[in-house]
């Protein structure tokens, strides 16, 4: 039964990743063009449904070059090192109660774990192709990732302390209030270093297209530029349902809907969010993304977390009347105070 279950839960995810990927593919470009006040993909299929299907179709297609003095084993992998650990991070995602595929007692850390390994195939690609574009992009995102894990994973520890469990189940049967109200500054802290994480804009520094060509995918054509170009929608709908099972509530709503219903409604929600950032805020340079992180990010971070620990000793968290607005407040003030201290002007980021 256990093979069983394995094999099922795999197919399902496997079915879910993939569609959700192309679902978000169209959703972007449809909503991007409605921010810049044009109609976007509307001619493959009703509303455009299928421009995914004949993008894929498209790349596939295509012809895989692969540069003369490239390394070809480390070119060649580099797209499956990436993209593997990308699916895997949705093993531990409950779609329900008990709904997953394996509910690790330490789920948390696999998820910060496995999702680390994606950078290492990123830096294959820009080191394998011989190219110093390729290389640039993929230094930066080696900088750019490290430097935010450290935020990202503070973030989260707010949310382990509520729950007082890395079980993703048990931290969803643990929100009798959405964590996003008793940790409003951890939600945002998170978001935006998973955005880093992710490279997305404004922190999509690694392919910048006017500065280093396209960054580490500049080699990539055919099949190989296909799963990379999977692997960003894949962490970006990973980001989306973990923010949605951290703080949003998970798979738990009203009763009119299946609890799946309720995670996919929330993670649409949250890729809106990332869409609605994509489309008004500019690229950031390398100098303010690591200003921004070390000066700004991490220090608000680690006071969200001893100003956590101190609220779950006390007890005073047990009391939400007293935790929502003290926290809400404990945000606005947090970040209203630092912003003021941090500036970027003209030339290079100051403080």
Same mark, same amino acid.
């Given at each position: ?10 197919? @399902? ?25 044009? $109609? ?12 995914? +299907?004949? /993008? ?7 012809? /895989? ?11 060649? =992998?580099? $797209? ?10 949705? *093993? ?10 394996? /509910? ?9 774990? %496995? ?11 820009? &080191? ?41 189940? /048990? %931290? ?61 929608? *894949? ?7 973990? *923010? ?6 998970? &798979? ?5 809907? !299946?609890?799946?219903?309720?995670? #996919?409604?929330?993670? #649409?929600?949250?890729?809106?969010? @990332?869409?609605? +950032? ?10 303010? +993304? ?8 991490? !220090? ?6 001893? +100003?956590?620990?101190?609220?779950? =000793? ?5 009391? !939400?009347?007293?935790? #929502? ?27």
């Amino acid at each position: 039964m256990d093979w069983l279950h394995f094999a099922v839960f795999t197919l @399902i995810l496997f079915a879910f990743v993939i569609s959700g990927v192309l679902f978000f593919i169209w959703y972007e470009r449809r909503g991007l063009g409605r921010f810049q006040m044009r $109609p976007g993909p509307n001619r493959a299929g009703p509303f455009g449904l299928l421009q995914p +299907v004949a /993008d894929a179709i498209k790349v596939l297609l295509k012809e /895989d070059i692969v540069p003369t003095l490239a390394d070809k084993p480390v070119h060649f =992998l580099a $797209p499956l090192v990436a993209f593997v650990p990308a699916m895997a991070v949705f *093993a531990v995602i409950p779609f329900g109660d008990g709904a997953l595929l394996a /509910d690790l007692n330490i789920g948390i850390l696999y998820i910060m774990a %496995i999702s680390s390994v994606i950078v290492i195939g990123i830096f294959m690609a820009g &080191w394998g192709s011989s190219n110093k574009y390729s290389l640039l992009g993929a230094m930066r995102t080696i900088a750019q990732e490290v430097s935010y894990e450290i935020p990202l994973v503070l973030s989260i520890l707010g949310a382990v302390m509520l729950a007082g469990s890395l079980s993703l189940n /048990d %931290i969803v049967k643990a929100q009798d209030v959405p964590f996003v109200l008793l940790q409003p500054l951890g939600f945002l802290i998170y978001m935006t270093a998973a955005l880093a994480e992710i490279n997305r804009t404004p922190f999509d520094l690694l392919e910048a297209d006017s500065e280093i060509v396209a960054g580490f995918q500049t080699e990539y054509s055919g099949m190989k530029f296909g799963l990379f170009y999977l692997t960003e929608y *894949a962490e970006a709908l990973s980001v989306s349902a973990i *923010a949605s099972t951290l703080f949003l509530g998970g &798979w738990s709503g009203p009763a009119f809907l !299946p609890g799946f219903a309720w995670l #996919i409604i929330k993670i #649409i929600a949250v890729f809106t969010f @990332i869409i609605w +950032v994509r489309a008004t805020f500019p690229r950031l340079r390398i100098d303010q +993304v690591m200003s921004f992180c070390w000066k700004f990010l991490l !220090p608000l971070a680690l006071i969200n977390l001893v +100003v956590t620990a101190v609220l779950v =000793l006390s007890g005073l968290n047990d009391s !939400p009347w007293i935790a #929502i607005p003290f926290n809400l407040l404990l945000a606005a003030v947090l970040i209203v105070g630092l912003s003021r201290q941090f500036r970027t002007g003209g030339g290079h980021a100051s403080t």
